[in-house]
């Protein structure tokens, strides 16, 4: 785009303008008084996600990025708007996602008076994306948006922010240099690794286990990681953001590591003799939860040196991990089984990884087994038919609460991505982040698996957006408010009367209207027939709410093995 002497009626115009050349077509968002931002994305033809929570605008920004790939927008108001939105700044940069935030901001010429919503709010979001910036002058509109958008691909992409003042805003911007385009990213041929450490560990592993993190998500064209993993005869598990970044149906895959893996997995976990973590953080729910790491090398991989931890021995290497699997698969390839650990042992771990498949594929039928012979609805039996009725191309989108873990570590597919929050785990990320994923994927179904306090946090940006930008579908795990602290409460023995984190009873309330679809099952029987009643409603472009009372007691088992629960 190289266009010369622009003139713009205000700072808005400029930067959709720019959005559009970003090839950008949605933006989410609670503007502030000022409506001329809907005005410039009207008049570009880009469409505008209203909310009614910027906690919520920042949670589909961010779903949508992490669904995509692509740019998202989130645009705010000032002063308590911004630091509404602080929380869903903090997930979208833990979760890594490409985030424009454009918030407006107090005059210059009144900084510093007391006015009307003034705030620093640089100083409030700095420490929360990864370039934070008030631009002072007209004149600095265009770069300013340019270099935001720049930074928050990457890599590492994150969410960047973009301040722009009242009278800023309403100044006519004259463009007088050629616009500047998006940066020409570079070509990349796999060629021989160098010999080192982490090609050295690979070589000398006779039970290795490949770990896939959320930074690989959008970066397995072809299969890398799965082809890597053979070569390596690998076992293959992901952290719960890596979900949806290999396919799910492969021999070797393992499920999600850690604190959500099944018991079978756990014991071959501990056995491994190296862990290659690529593009993913090695916090506690991995490393710590459940599944015990052996005393073991870990080759990390991440381009992100703020994601290599210094907490575990072995290579860490500094790189995109895409191209570290393309490199290092050649260079086992030329091996020609030379230095690769002798036939025998790896013919035994492949057979290991098949027997920990078996064991764990007879605990879901067990676990099957024994909630059918219970008169209420059971999370396992209510996932299988999630998962029988699923789609090809499916999102699971998810929380992270007490009875809504079951979805990391019981079987439903992940055919079209997983979205997850990140370690910080926000309260109602899932809900919201299902609008922007499904914006993201049209053509996908999008199940959100949720808690009722997630729902209530997220319910009124869910009505709002059913006319619109339908098409999810909510199963809402019904406990009466927050699982997981009711749980610890009971395991340390207090009162539940003076601390009722949950109250069985009716399920909460849902907005009702002719773009919903509400049902509240109770029914073993109608369970599949109300599920795809609900399948074809979205598909029409309606939301559908499946609401599900569950009983205290039906806790993933790899969370009560954990002891962190009531046993």
């Known amino acids: 785009m190289t266009r010369a002497r622009k003139r713009y009626a205000d700072a ?114 700095a420490p929360l994306v990864r370039w934070a910036h008030r631009v002072g002058h007209p004149d600095r509109v265009v770069p300013a948006t340019v270099t935001a958008m720049t930074r928050a691909a990457g890599p590492p992409s994150g969410p960047v922010y973009l301040e722009v003042p009242d009278d800023v805003r309403t100044a006519e911007v004259v463009v007088t240099e050629p616009m500047p385009t998006p940066p020409e990213p570079l070509a990349f041929a796999v060629a021989p690794v160098t010999p080192g450490p982490a090609l050295a560990a690979l070589r000398a592993s006779r039970r290795p286990v490949v770990l896939v993190g959320g930074g690989m998500r959008h970066r397995n064209d072809g299969g890398a990681v799965e082809g890597f993993a053979e ?85 860490r290497v500094l790189g995109d991990a895409r191209h570290a699997v393309l490199g290092w698969s050649r260079a ?64 699971l989108v998810q929380e992270n609460g007490l009875q809504d873990m079951w979805s990391y570590g019981f079987p439903f597919h992940a055919g079209g991505g997983s979205v997850v929050p990140s370690e910080q785990t926000p309260l109602g990320f899932g809900a919201a982040a299902a609008i922007g994923v499904k914006r993201a994927a049209p053509g996908h179904e999008v199940t959100a698996f949720i808690g009722d306090g997630a729902f209530l946090a997220a319910r009124a940006d869910i009505a709002v957006t059913a006319a619109s930008h339908g098409g999810v579908l909510y199963v809402v795990l019904c406990n009466g408010g927050y699982g997981w602290l009711d749980a610890q409460r009971a395991r340390l023995g207090l009162d539940a009367e003076r601390h009722a984190f949950a109250r069985r009873g009716a399920p909460p309330p849902v907005v009702d209207g002719p773009d919903l679809h509400h049902r509240v099952l109770r029914d073993k029987a109608a369970l599949t027939e109300e599920i795809l009643a609900a399948r074809r409603f979205c598909s029409q472009g309606g939301t559908a709410v499946l609401m599900v009372p569950v009983a205290p007691d039906d806790v993933l088992p790899a969370v009560r093995d954990a002891e962190v629960v009531p046993q």
């Open 12 to 125: 808005w115009s400029a930067i959709v303008d720019l959005l559009v050349a970003h090839e950008v077509d949605t933006c989410f968002g609670l503007p502030g008084d000022d409506l001329e931002l809907l005005r410039a994305l009207d008049a570009a033809g880009l469409d505008l996600v209203p909310c009614r929570d910027q906690r919520n605008a920042m949670y589909m920004a961010t779903g949508y990025a992490l669904q995509s790939g692509r740019l998202a927008v989130c645009a705010l108001g000032k002063g308590p708007a911004v630091t509404h939105a602080a929380t869903g700044l903090l997930e979208a940069r833990e979760s890594g996602a490409p985030v424009l935030v454009l918030a407006a901001g107090a005059p210059e010429r009144r900084r510093g008076s007391g006015g009307f919503q003034e705030l620093d709010q640089i100083a409030v979001v």
């Open 231 to 315: 070569r390596l005869g690998a076992a293959l598990f992901t952290t719960a953001s890596g979900r949806g970044a290999v396919d799910e149906h492969h021999p070797l895959f393992c499920g999600v590591a850690g604190f959500y893996a099944a018991a079978p997995f756990r014991e071959l976990w501990s056995s491994c003799d190296l862990v290659v973590s690529l593009a993913g953080r090695l916090e506690e729910t991995v490393a710590e939860g459940g599944s015990p790491w052996p005393r073991v090398p870990v080759v990390q991989v991440n381009l992100d040196p703020g994601g290599l931890s210094a907490e575990f021995a072995g290579p």
């Open 332 to 395: 086992l390839d030329e091996d020609r089984g030379a230095a690769l650990a002798d036939a025998d042992a790896r013919d035994a771990w492949s057979k290991r990884i098949a027997e920990a498949r078996a064991a764990a594929s007879r605990e879901v039928e067990a676990e099957l087994a024994r909630a059918a012979a219970l008169p209420e609805i059971r999370v396992a039996e209510l996932l299988a038919a999630l998962d029988a009725t699923a789609g090809e191309h499916h999102v």
